[in-house]
Each structure stands twice: as structure tokens, then as C-alpha cells.
């Protein structure tokens, strides 16, 4: 039977995130059967919106059919599109139960991260969401029969030995999921030092949002936005920058 391991380490991911949130719900006196019953219902959604996601920004440029749109099991998944749902799911959530959305979103930011951290290495699996060429210290070979688009940048350097041709390459994969754990580690400290309701949430859209502006510079298979020709998630993390560190100095002063 067929391994597919990008699904693994989502699953993974979603496991111990879903572990972290209820852990903290218990240590908060919040009742963690809340938490399960939001996974349950945002998961698939984030997974779904993840693909739609991507498949919004490669409409022009893949022939989907009507299957092909929810096929991801080679991949063609867009984290942000999973981040937009669950921000969504968990304010719809709260409203139904009548909670508190902005302390529902500060615990359950917290699994979120750690999935991201873990799930990133689906992309390592599937060889895809490198950067382009580089001969440094952390550099990443693969088989270049094995890589599906190889950017035109990548291929010019490409390194044979004994016959064998390889690219080599940024695993900005490996960056992202090492910045999220360090995210994940950070607001897990800081949380019981928060001043309101909702900065860990906000904490999270800055140190995400950093780390990915900076990363997202070096990949080589960006989604961009129409007719602007710029990197979709560039600039949403940019924004994503901005509006969290403004809310965040609004409710301190």
C-alpha cells in the first residue's frame, strides 16, 4: 500500500496541535471537549480551504477538472487559505456557543503554529516549495528527475555526479517550519504575560507574518496575484504584519 506522507505530517501536525490547544484549555479552565468539537469541524474546512486556495492562484496556469480541484494528494496546498478558514471557523464557532472569540483564538493559535511547524515537511516529501540555487551551508539536493516544475533560475545549475543530474536548492521549507517552532515556543511563553484578550492571536499574525515575508523572497514557486504580478502570500503577510502590530499598540495604549 501507497504511503502518502504529505498527508501523514498533516495529520501529524493537526494531532499535536489539537493536543497543545486542549492541554492548554485544561491549564486555563476552559473546557477542552470545546476545543475537539471546533477541530472537528475547522479541520476538513482547512484543508479544503487550503486547496481552493491554491487552486484560485493556478486557475490560468493547470487544466484542473472538477476532480483534479480536490486531488491533493501530490500536494497544491496553500497554507493561508487554511489560516483564513480557521480565523473564520473559530469566530463563527464562538458566536454559535456564545463564547469569547478573542480567548477561543489566543488557545487555539497555539495548535495552529505547531501544525504549520510540523506539516511544512509534507513539502519536503513532495519535493516542492524550495527556493532557488544556492551552494550554502543548509543547501538541499534533489533528483531533478524527481522534481515536477523546476524554475528556469534552478536549472541552470544543475550538478551531475557519476550521470546523475540534481538541483540543488533553498529548502525554504525547512526554514518556515524551524521559524514556526520558534513562533510556537515564543507565544507559548509569553501567553500568560498577554495584556488582552486576543494579542497572542495578533503576536502570532506578526511572527508568522515576518518570518513568511522574508521566506516567501526566496521561493521560486510563488501564486501571485493577478494583473499586480506580485506574491500572493508576500503581501498578505505583509499585511498581516501591519494590522497585528497596529492592533496590538491600539489596545496597549
Not at 479544503?48 to 496556469?61: C, H, K, P
Not at 477538472?65 to 469566530?91: E, K, M, P, W
Request: glycine share 8%; hydrophobic share 50%.
Amino acid at each position: 500500500m501507497q504511503v502518502h506522507w504529505y498527508a501523514v505530517f498533516i495529520l501529524i501536525g493537526a494531532a499535536a496541535g489539537i493536543f497543545i490547544v486542549t492541554r492548554e484549555a485544561k491549564n486555563t479552565g476552559q473546557e477542552k471537549d470545546l476545543y475537539i468539537d471546533l477541530f472537528t469541524y475547522t479541520f476538513p474546512l482547512a484543508v479544503l480551504g487550503s486547496r481552493l486556495y491554491y487552486v484560485a492562484f493556478t486557475w490560468n496556469t493547470n487544466n484542473y477538472t472538477f476532480f483534479d480541484i480536490f486531488n491533493i494528494r501530490q500536494g497544491g496546498l496553500a497554507i493561508y487559505g487554511a489560516v483564513i478558514v480557521c480565523v473564520i471557523s473559530t469566530v463563527v464557532f464562538s458566536k454559535i456557543k456564545k463564547l469569547n472569540p478573542w480567548v477561543l483564538c489566543d488557545t487555539a493559535v497555539l495548535g495552529l503554529i505547531l501544525g504549520q511547524a510540523i506539516g511544512r515537511w509534507g513539502n519536503f516529501v513532495n519535493r516542492e516549495a524550495f527556493g532557488g540555487y544556492t551552494d550554502s551551508l543548509f543547501a538541499l539536493r534533489y533528483l531533478k528527475d524527481e522534481v515536477g516544475r523546476i524554475p528556469e533560475s534552478v536549472l541552470q545549475y544543475v550538478i551531475e555526479i557519476d550521470g546523475v543530474e540534481f538541483i540543488q536548492v533553498q529548502p525554504t521549507f525547512l526554514y518556515e517550519s524551524v521559524w514556526n517552532f520558534l513562533v510556537f515556543a515564543f507565544l507559548m511563553f509569553y501567553k500568560k504575560y498577554k495584556k488582552f484578550d486576543g494579542e497572542v492571536l495578533m503576536l502570532y499574525f506578526v511572527g508568522y507574518g515576518i518570518g513568511r515575508t522574508v521566506i516567501e523572497s526566496l521561493r521560486t514557486d510563488q501564486l501571485l496575484l493577478p494583473f499586480l504580478n506580485l506574491p500572493a502570500s508576500l503581501v498578505l503577510s505583509v499585511l498581516l504584519v501591519l494590522f497585528g502590530g497596529s492592533f496590538i499598540v491600539y489596545k496597549r495604549k
